[in-house]
């Protein structure tokens, strides 16, 4: 059995969890293991915030976490048992001040700088889909409200990890109120899901053919090879009214680049509410990507990765290009004022 095992740079390993599980059995009992990195999502963000149970948050469990000294902080896991220590680069006295920390950022790119110096986790290594996306004029970290009278407009990507996402165009506004992301979920039950959420969260909007507009993509008008059924007949015993989106790739990512780059007077043309749709925040903030190396083999096939942010960004892009392909429903005349003059008998 070993004594002893040290993995550097553990959160770049492809095959870390498997590392993990075979060796663990020979240190068990009075070996150690020590893994060192920089962050990076996966395996190791899982052991040091010992959620390997799929718990969501990037908290310690335990919360008896300490802070020897500015730029460290320290805590044991109650489950894996690990003693973690996360370091800042405040550790250092030398590199505690402004100039440093300027000289440092303008030297590297952003998502290595966010990774090896503010040790966020999620600092994504490929190019962005939007690059246009800016959090502070994007997003909202107050809670958005839909505005009564006017339809959802629901976007629905399919597949073993479906998602849909919920706006309202608000004026020339496209808002994002609201995500549903399930993970192995078939589309019945996710026609299930997706109905249940929007009854309990938009009681205001419960008759689905009135009250919502619905751009799916159009694979799901295609028939399943498993059950000869569309996953749009799913939807449709809901109540709903399902409207194919776009299939050309320039179209969908155009469609939601407009939002992004127009305004109106003060007010951004797109916004997304992060306290409810934190999928589609995080893909706008670099998860939804283009693989790292694909603009030196192939820039004109380029496609985004197949990832977690893919399908709510599917979803997403459903809805742009299905509101610029439809046609209103509904068109109400509002009478115009207007003035008549007659001459009177006085002349």
């Known amino acids: 059995a070993f004594s ?15 590392m993990y599980s075979s060796t663990f059995p020979t240190i068990e009992n009075k070996g150690q293991m020590t893994m060192i990195s920089s962050p990076a999502p996966g395996f190791f963000q899982e052991l040091v915030f010992d959620r390997l149970d799929d718990r969501k948050d990037d908290t310690p ?18 489950k894996n048992k690990f003693l973690v220590f996360q370091i800042l680069y405040t550790a250092n006295p030398s590199k505690r001040g402004t100039d440093y920390i300027g000289s440092i950022k303008s030297a590297m790119p952003i998502s290595q700088f966010n990774r090896e110096f503010m040790l966020i986790w999620e600092s994504f290594d490929g ?14 970290k107050i809670k958005l409200e839909p505005w009564t009278g006017l339809p959802r407009l ?22 994002v109120l609201d995500e549903v992301v399930e993970v192995n979920m078939g589309a019945e039950r996710f026609a299930s899901t997706l109905a249940i959420h ?28 498993t059950d000869e059924s569309k996953c749009i007949e799913y939807l449709s015993a809901k109540g709903f009214l399902p409207m194919p989106g776009a299939v050309r790739w320039e179209e ?6 407009r939002f992004l780059t127009s305004r109106t007077k003060d007010l951004q043309n797109f916004i997304v509410d992060a306290t409810r749709c934190s999928m589609v925040l995080r893909g706008f903030e670099g998860g939804y990507q283009y693989p790292e190396k694909a603009f030196d083999i192939e820039p004109t096939e380029i496609r985004p990765l197949k990832n ?40």
Request: glycine fraction near 6%; aromatic fraction near 10%.
């Open 252 to 257: 969908r990512r155009t469609s939601v680049e």
């Open 4 to 18: 002893g095992i040290m993995a550097d740079e553990a959160a770049f390993w492809p095959d870390a969890r498997e």
């Open 308 to 347: 977690e942010f893919s399908h709510p960004h599917d979803a997403l892009q459903m809805v742009t290009t299905g509101m610029s392909r439809s046609k209103p429903r509904h068109v109400v005349k509002i009478p115009k004022p207007e003035y008549s003059w007659s001459k009177t008998s006085n002349g």
């Open 127 to 140: 190019k962005p889909v939007y690059p246009d996306f800016n959090s502070d004029a994007h997003s909202s």
């Open 198 to 225: 929007l009854a309990n969260h938009f009681t205001l909007w419960s008759n689905f053919k009135k009250n919502i507009l619905m751009f799916v993509d159009p694979a799901g008008f295609q028939r399943a090879q």
């Open 61 to 78: 469990a335990d919360k008896s976490h300490k802070f020897p000294i500015e730029g460290i902080e320290l805590w044991k896991n109650a």
């Open 154 to 175: 629901i976007g629905v990507d399919f597949g073993l990890t479906p998602a849909a996402v919920i706006c309202q165009l608000q004026g020339h506004q496209l808002v």
